[in-house]
């Protein structure tokens, strides 16, 4: 005779509590970590700004609390994450200038014939950048420092 098995119920309970568990905040790369942080509240189904405000400060570890110090002390009453991810955004995303020389200052000129480290400054910045004063700063640094002056004046004249 087979063996009779009892019905297997494979529905899920009605409530199901999945805790969030924010991984440890990246000062580096912020997009990243809200990006992160932002799947687990859909994959538990936290939807209000206040619920994902507290999250995201249990997050952040005491020694990167002072730099947004005023919205921890006094959280705003509407829209309390999205106020406090700009202000993350704000102090922890570089510029796009500091991004900018970041990138070129990792770039010297080397053996390099000057025309051809310009053309790779210019290549390293991407076409939104090409002429931007930053590049043409980086680049008259590239010159011994009694002929910046001269290179200076000259790129003005013309």
């Known amino acids: 005779m087979p063996e009779v098995c009892p019905p297997v119920d494979d529905r899920e309970p009605a409530i199901s509590f999945k805790p969030v568990k924010p991984r440890a905040f990246i000062p580096h790369d912020p997009e990243v970590w809200f990006a992160a942080l932002e799947t687990q509240f859909i994959a538990r189904n936290v939807r209000t700004q ?60 080397g053996d390099m014939k000057r025309s051809r480290h310009l053309a790779r400054l210019r290549s390293l910045a991407g076409p939104v950048n090409t002429y931007s004063d930053i590049v043409k700063e980086h680049w008259i640094e590239s010159w011994p420092l009694q002929v910046q002056p001269t290179v200076t004046a000259r790129l003005e004249d013309s």
């Not at 002390?73 to 900018?100: C, H, M, T, W």
């Open 50 to 109: 206040r619920s994902k405000y507290v999250y995201a400060v249990e997050a952040i570890p005491g020694e990167r609390m002072c730099a947004i110090r005023d919205i921890i002390l006094k959280p705003p009453e509407k829209g309390a994450y999205d106020v406090l991810k700009a202000v993350i955004r704000q102090f922890y995303i570089p510029s796009n200038g500091q991004r900018l020389r970041q990138l070129l200052a990792r770039h010297p000129i």
